[in-house]
């Protein structure tokens, strides 16, 4: 089951296994709530939204017919779902991010360096302050690994718009970051370990 | 490798999407560049910094709760009926072919019984004729013959709907977990129409000249956006078999179909009959789409909660198995197609952003 493609477990589950969808649950369920929480900003309706793409999937998994990929399908529904979902409460206000930063459903750990804490959360600011177009393909690209051609699928964006909005977006969180001083001095390092990515 | 193409790859090399030869040329170039090589720099380092993300771990209740859910759908699942069945299908083309045959055969063989063998064959070829009806129209848009849906008489309009409770937490699943089913159900079931016109707008603005929609991306699900909405339609061909009951309010409700609320549309086509019904649930006011045999139960080829449909960036699930070719929002108004009829039915779902959701329904053949 864990070696098997998204593909396979879903055709698993139109054969009425279960499991299989415990397993396509499990490999993606993190990845799209982390994308809509980062994509609107919040926790609390980031868990409504993953919850109604799952739905969705099991609404339509009859009719699944494997000739796509599962996964940008899935972001697709996700994406689409998280852009519906900004605009209608586009007019509402919003809680300011620094108080919902570290809040995304799990504190800073105990003992976490300070100086991660204030650079999460400048990033978070920096992140919902992206246009919609440029933040969704950097969440994606940057956080959920879709390749720069399955990002393009799911935002149905041409690759070079794709690309383009990616350079947009990091220069942008460049900048933002600088401000808030959380970029190193050249040649210098945060004594925070960066090497490892998520 | 050029200074430009070079500068082109940065991107790709800094997020490791190129191949091994050719990220080393890249790299080469970026070395010995005054210009590449601060920027790829710029680029791995905002990549170091955004890696301080920690990760978002959604509550654990929620997946118990859709492991339920998708358990209750499978369990719910209707059987697929007999002649939506692939290999029904192609075991009954084969009988067909075979009795032609044989025909053939008796015709040959029968000096003097020419008129008679080519009535046989003739009414095996009827007989067969539903079950065998072609699908070589699959291929084309929604029928160019189909009006579009004007106003309907208040007669037909449905009374508003409660709205769905939206309510968390806990959010229930049940009320939108149950798939299509072949009998009237108290429980709608999950709508694949999700965003609204308004989310795809902008985005179709922007992307209008710069490639494929995500109706394309998306082959067995399509995402139907603005720009296939507005698509122009193309004339359906072959004979036009159905009898429209446009606006039908009157008593002809199928056997165990026949909800509290009045049959809204319908019209028949290859011994069928495509008809659109409103069902009133819990969650509030539920559109079917379902065609029906005589003498048979309805099988739902599909169903969405009312105030979960609205035009514009529709997410759309058809089915060839369940004879649904096309669903579309055009105007306002939603438009089913369907693999084996040349006919339509198009609904407008009206008050949804209210929280009275109200549909209207007719159906339309050539």
């Keep these: 089951?864990?070696?098997?493609?998204?593909?396979?477990?879903?055709?698993?589950?139109?054969?009425?296994?279960?499991?299989?969808?415990?397993?396509?649950?499990?490999?993606?369920?993190?990845?799209?709530?982390?994308?809509?929480?980062r994509f609107v900003g919040d926790a609390a309706r980031a868990d409504d939204l993953a919850q109604d793409c799952w739905m969705r999937f099991i609404g339509a998994a009859p009719r699944w017919k494997a000739s796509g990929s599962f996964k940008t399908w899935l972001y697709a529904v996700a994406r689409n779902l998280a852009t519906d979902a900004a605009r209608r409460t586009a007019h509402r206000d919003h809680e300011p991010l620094e108080r919902t930063a570290g809040r995304d459903g799990k504190e800073p750990a105990a003992g976490a360096?300070?100086?991660?804490?204030?650079?999460?959360?400048?990033?978070?600011?920096?992140?919902?302050?992206?246009?919609?177009?440029?933040?969704?393909?950097?969440?994606?690209r940057e956080y959920e690994g879709l390749s720069f051609a399955e990002v393009a699928e799911v935002t149905a964006a041409l690759l070079p718009t794709v690309k383009s909005r990616m350079r947009y977006a990091l220069e942008a969180l460049r900048r933002a970051l600088d401000a808030a001083g959380e970029v190193p001095e050249a040649g210098a390092h945060r004594a925070t370990d960066r090497s490892a990515r998520p | 490798m050029t200074h430009e193409q070079a500068q082109e790859l940065l991107l790709d090399l800094a997020y490791r999407e190129l191949e091994p030869a050719t990220a080393a040329e890249v790299a080469r170039h970026a070395g010995e560049?005054?210009?590449?090589?601060?920027?790829?720099?710029?680029?791995?380092?905002?990549?170091?910094?955004?890696?301080?993300?920690?990760?978002?771990?959604?509550?654990?209740?929620?997946?118990?709760?859709?492991?339920?859910?998708?358990r209750r759908a499978v369990r719910a699942r209707p059987e697929r009926r007999w002649?939506?069945?692939?290999?029904?299908?192609?075991?009954?083309?084969?009988?067909?072919?075979?009795?032609?045959?044989?025909?053939?055969?008796?015709?040959?063989?029968?000096?003097?019984?020419?008129?008679?063998?080519?009535?046989?064959?003739?009414?095996?070829?009827?007989?067969?004729?539903?079950?065998l009806e072609p699908r070589s129209e699959s291929a084309a848009p929604a029928p160019a013959s189909s009006p579009d849906l004007p106003e309907a008489p208040p007669a037909l309009q449905t009374a508003p709907a409660a709205p769905a409770p939206r309510a968390r937490p806990p959010r229930p699943l049940a009320p939108a977990v149950e798939p299509p089913r072949a009998t009237a159900a108290a429980?709608?079931?999950?709508?694949?129409?999700?965003?609204?016109?308004?989310?795809?707008?902008?985005e179709a603005r922007r992307e209008a000249s710069a490639g494929p929609s995500a109706a394309a991306a998306l082959p067995a699900m399509p995402l139907v956006d603005a720009q296939r909405s507005n698509a122009a339609p193309t004339r359906v061909r072959g004979a036009a078999k159905a009898r429209a009951s446009a606006e039908d309010t009157t008593s002809r409700s199928g056997p165990r179909a026949g909800a509290n609320l009045p049959e809204t549309a319908s019209f028949t086509a290859a011994g069928f009959l495509y008809r659109a019904r409103k069902e009133r649930a819990d969650s509030g006011l539920v559109l079917v789409i379902e065609k029906l045999r005589a003498g048979d139960d309805p099988g739902v080829v599909a169903s969405w909660?009312?105030?979960?449909?609205?035009?514009?960036?529709?997410?759309?699930?058809?089915?060839?198995?369940?004879?649904?070719?096309?669903?579309?929002?055009?105007?306002?108004?939603?438009?089913?197609?369907?693999?084996?009829a040349v006919g339509s039915l198009a609904c407008s779902v009206s008050g949804v952003e209210s929280g009275a959701p109200a549909v209207t329904c007719r159906a339309s053949s050539p």
């Design chain 1, 1 to 37: 089951m864990v070696d098997d493609t998204d593909e396979a477990l879903v055709t698993r589950y139109q054969r009425g296994d279960v499991a299989a969808f415990e397993a396509l649950l499990d490999r993606h369920r993190q990845g799209v709530f982390r994308f809509l929480r």
């Design chain 2, 83 to 131: 002649f939506a069945r692939p290999a029904t299908l192609s075991f009954g083309a084969a009988a067909a072919v075979a009795l032609v045959a044989f025909g053939v055969t008796l015709q040959l063989t029968r000096p003097g019984a020419h008129r008679a063998s080519d009535e046989e064959s003739a009414a095996v070829s009827r007989a067969a004729a539903p079950a």
């Design chain 2, 187 to 202: 429980e709608p079931p999950t709508a694949m129409a999700a965003p609204s016109s308004s989310a795809a707008a902008p």
């Design chain 1, 113 to 140: 360096p300070e100086g991660d804490v204030l650079l999460r959360a400048a990033l978070e600011r920096a992140i919902a302050a992206l246009p919609e177009d440029q933040r969704e393909v950097f969440l994606l």
């Design chain 2, 305 to 340: 909660r009312a105030d979960e449909l609205r035009g514009g960036d529709a997410l759309v699930e058809a089915s060839a198995g369940d004879d649904l070719r096309d669903l579309r929002w055009s105007d306002g108004v939603l438009r089913f197609t369907f693999q084996r």
């Design chain 2, 33 to 70: 560049c005054a210009t590449c090589g601060p920027q790829l720099q710029r680029l791995t380092s905002t990549r170091a910094l955004a890696s301080a993300l920690r990760e978002s771990a959604p509550p654990r209740s929620n997946r118990d709760q859709l492991v339920e859910a998708a």
